[in-house]
């Protein structure tokens, strides 16, 4: 075998698609309908049966191709890419309005509110001191 090939481990690409999606072996066992010592196993194979392939395929919600095809590299060339991308949009957002100016306009709503159900308040104190004068 030569040193420039890498071998095709399924189990370690397994592995690798499901931390990348941040999972647990617990949780991918869950959702295979098997426990995690299945799972530990199976990530442990350098090769699995399709039918198993297409089982994980599914819970881990890729298809059987990517998990075949998966490489570290591509991985990390698809996040760089996508840094460098995102990074021009996100330096060009402005805001349109200023939330601190949001923020006093509710509160000075909230203090207009208050203020009249003081006054219902002390509109109603008003009435029934009146009405039990009348008696």
Partial sequence: MSTLTKPNHMGRKISRIRELK?????????????????????????TIEEEKLKEVAKALGVSVEAIKNFSEEGVFNYFNNF??????????????????????????????????LVQAEKDKVDYLEKLLKEK
């Fill in 22 to 46: 941040d999972m647990k072996q617990e949780a991918l066992a869950q959702a295979m309908g098997t426990n995690q010592q299945a799972v530990s196993i199976m990530e442990n194979s350098e």
């Fill in 83 to 116: 840094y460098d991308n995102s990074q021009g949009t996100v330096g060009n957002y402005h805001c349109t309005f200023n939330p601190l100016d949001k923020l006093i306009e509710s509160h000075e709503q909230q203090i207009k509110l208050y203020e009249r």
